[in-house]
């Protein structure tokens, strides 16, 4: 059974800094893309970041191009996702998304799109306050 266990969120400071894990199971990373997506009180989830299964090539929406940086530890079935110089509009709930076939990570990666064949974590919370 494939499951993802996110860890890592909590109360920062504007212009601080976490380190988000997402720890999958029942898979193993080679076979998966792996993103992630964060939703605000009141708005939609959006992708935020992806890293490829095959290559490991990476995409980032462009709210968090040089400020976030997405890496997995294949040795841990783990992938990270560095949050840096956060700031309030970063708040949010943090979910990492698997996907394993290649239309799905086409749509999740390159479009950072939420689809249909998303398997989810439970999330985490960031919350960006002075």
């Known amino acids: 059974q494939v499951q993802l266990v996110e860890s890592g969120g909590g109360l920062v400071q504007p212009g601080g800094s976490l380190r988000l894990s997402c720890a999958a199971s029942?898979?193993?990373?080679?076979?998966?893309?792996i993103g992630w997506f964060r939703q605000a009180p009141g708005k939609e989830r959006e992708g935020v970041s992806c890293?490829?299964?095959?290559?490991?090539?990476?995409y980032y929406a462009d709210s968090v191009k040089g400020r976030f940086s997405i890496s997995k530890d294949k040795s841990k079935n783990t992938v990270y996702l560095q949050v840096n110089s956060l700031k309030p509009e970063d708040t949010g709930v943090y979910y990492c998304a698997a996907v394993h076939d290649a239309l799905s990570v086409q749509a999740m990666c390159v479009g950072l799109r939420v689809v249909d064949t998303i398997t989810w974590g439970n999330g985490t919370l960031v919350t960006v306050s002075s």
């Open positions: 029942g898979f193993f990373l080679d076979y998966y893309a």
């Open positions: 890293i490829y299964n095959n290559d490991g090539q990476t």
